[in-house]
């Protein structure tokens, strides 16, 4: 309820406000035995809650106490939508441009390693290095609009690019998985090189998701060429567990457990 009120401190505001004007049509009418403070109260909030009464009756039919109530019932039950709405969308887009420098950073440590693998692996993380590298400025760019400008249409250039990412990801896991590595030291660094990548990837996907309707969630599973399921083995979940502890914060969200990513990515098909 806490985290609630903290990412609806308009509504609570309201329900504040309403709360207080049925404590106030509650109070008993000082008689002449009361003491001259609560007759003062009774006076002054009455005074209050009349004129914001009588200001609500002026514009609309009913007038008074109940003009009053009629709105609060209203802003408390389209608040939610039209206010908070808005303000998750920009919340996300903010993330996401956040987690660029992450990804880029990322490429370029996962680019780093390349020389030092052996034959096999080399040109598995050289891959996907390079595919992603080319989608990232891509990104970073659809990130900027999307944040400016919020729309289905700038969103859909990110679900596009996410998914190209996702796939590039997974398909270089999946092959690192296949591949008949000897050297267990240059698989341990391509598989790391490559989870750095898929970290930032997967806080990107979900992020993106949370903005997207479920038609358009079904829209971009429909492009996945390796699922999740296929590679959570080679996935560094300790660090996808702090990535989502990140995300959370910053979108003052409730965490997503590691587990409950999987399962959620595995109903909605990626």
């Given at each position: 309820m806490y985290a609630f009120l903290l990412q609806h401190q308009f509504v609570a505001g309201i329900a504040a406000l309403w709360?207080?004007?049925?404590?106030?049509?509650?109070?008993?009418?000082?008689?002449?035995?009361?003491?001259?403070?609560?007759?003062?109260?009774?006076?002054?909030?009455?005074?209050?809650?009349?004129?914001?009464?009588?200001?609500f009756g002026k514009y609309l039919?009913?007038?008074?106490?109940?003009?009053?109530?009629?709105?609060?019932?209203?802003?408390?039950?389209?608040?939610?939508?039209?206010?908070?709405?808005?303000?998750?969308?920009?919340?996300?887009?903010?993330?996401?441009?956040n987690w660029t420098p992450a990804l880029q950073s990322a490429i370029d440590t996962a680019g780093s390693v390349v020389d030092v693998l052996d034959p096999v692996t080399a040109p598995i993380v050289n891959t996907v290095v390079g595919a992603?590298?080319?989608?990232?400025?891509?990104?970073?760019?659809?990130?900027?609009?999307?944040?400016?400008?919020?729309?289905?249409?700038?969103?859909?250039?990110?679900?596009?690019l996410?998914?190209?990412?996702?796939?590039?990801?997974?398909?270089?896991?999946?092959?690192l998985d296949a591949a008949k590595v000897t050297n267990a030291g240059s698989q341990a660094k391509a598989k790391s090189a490559i989870?750095?990548?898929?970290?930032?990837?997967?806080?990107?996907?979900?992020?993106?998701e949370s903005a997207s309707t479920k038609a358009q969630i079904a829209a971009m599973s429909r492009n996945v060429t390796v699922h999740l399921a296929q590679v959570r083995g080679l996935l560094d979940e300790q660090q996808l567990q702090v990535a989502a502890l990140r995300v959370a914060a910053d979108t003052r969200t409730e965490p997503v457990s590691v587990d409950r990513y999987f399962a959620m990515q595995a109903r909605l098909g990626f």
């Amino acid at each position: 309820m806490y985290a609630f009120l903290l990412q609806h401190q308009f509504v609570a505001g309201i329900a504040a406000l309403w709360l207080v004007s049925a404590a106030v049509g509650a109070l008993s009418t000082p008689t002449a035995q009361s003491s001259v403070f609560y007759t003062w109260f009774f006076k002054f909030a009455k005074t209050i809650t009349g004129d914001l009464g009588s200001t609500f009756g002026k514009y609309l039919p009913g007038g008074g106490t109940a003009a009053l109530v009629a709105v609060l019932c209203m802003t408390l039950i389209f608040a939610p939508v039209i206010g908070c709405t808005q303000a998750q969308k920009v919340d996300v887009a903010q993330e996401i441009v956040n987690w660029t420098p992450a990804l880029q950073s990322a490429i370029d440590t996962a680019g780093s390693v390349v020389d030092v693998l052996d034959p096999v692996t080399a040109p598995i993380v050289n891959t996907v290095v390079g595919a992603v590298n080319a989608l990232a400025p891509q990104f970073e760019t659809a990130a900027k609009a999307y944040l400016a400008n919020p729309t289905q249409t700038t969103l859909q250039v990110l679900q596009a690019l996410v998914v190209q990412i996702q796939n590039s990801v997974n398909n270089s896991l999946a092959l690192l998985d296949a591949a008949k590595v000897t050297n267990a030291g240059s698989q341990a660094k391509a598989k790391s090189a490559i989870n750095g990548i898929a970290t930032v990837a997967n806080a990107l996907l979900a992020l993106i998701e949370s903005a997207s309707t479920k038609a358009q969630i079904a829209a971009m599973s429909r492009n996945v060429t390796v699922h999740l399921a296929q590679v959570r083995g080679l996935l560094d979940e300790q660090q996808l567990q702090v990535a989502a502890l990140r995300v959370a914060a910053d979108t003052r969200t409730e965490p997503v457990s590691v587990d409950r990513y999987f399962a959620m990515q595995a109903r909605l098909g990626f």
